[in-house]
Nanobody, 121 residues
Framework: VQLQASGGGLVQPGGSLRLSCAAS????????MAWYRQRSGKERELVAS???????NYADSVKGRFTISRDNAKNTVYLQMNSLKSEDTAVYYC????????????????WGQGTLVTVSS
């Protein structure tokens, strides 16, 4: 199984970016999907998560600015980031709890490779 993240880049403060992360491989089902970020010198932190049914959860620092969504048919999770601030600069990682075809219910955590978001004028 692979998670391929894309969409990072350089954006000015107040701008927007959309991150995507597609899962591929021998997947039976994907449970929760999430975006984490790691700022320079900081620990990795949860940004937003979404259940298979669409329930969402956000870090306080991004509420009202970021929106997480998913397309179950494409095994893809998105993060729409608006009103970006310099403090949003980080490497963003996608995460997914995936049930492989060879299992009925056991899920394991998988991580994408990370995509750099830089917010700067």
């Amino acid at each position: 199984v692979q998670l391929q993240a894309s969409g990072g880049g350089l954006v000015q403060p107040g701008g927007s970016l959309r991150l995507s992360c597609a899962a591929s491989g021998s997947i039976r089902r994907i449970n929760d999907m999430a975006w984490y970020r790691q700022r320079s010198g900081k620990e990795r932190e949860l940004v937003a998560s979404i259940s298979a049914g669409g329930s969402t959860n956000y870090a306080d620092s991004v509420k009202g600015r970021f929106t997480i969504s998913r397309d179950n048919a494409k095994n893809t999770v998105y993060l729409q980031m608006n009103s970006l601030k310099s403090e949003d600069t980080a490497v963003y990682y996608c995460n997914a709890a995936i049930v492989l075809l060879r299992y009925i219910s056991r899920s394991d955590d998988y991580w994408g490779q990370g995509t750099l978001v830089t917010v700067s004028s």
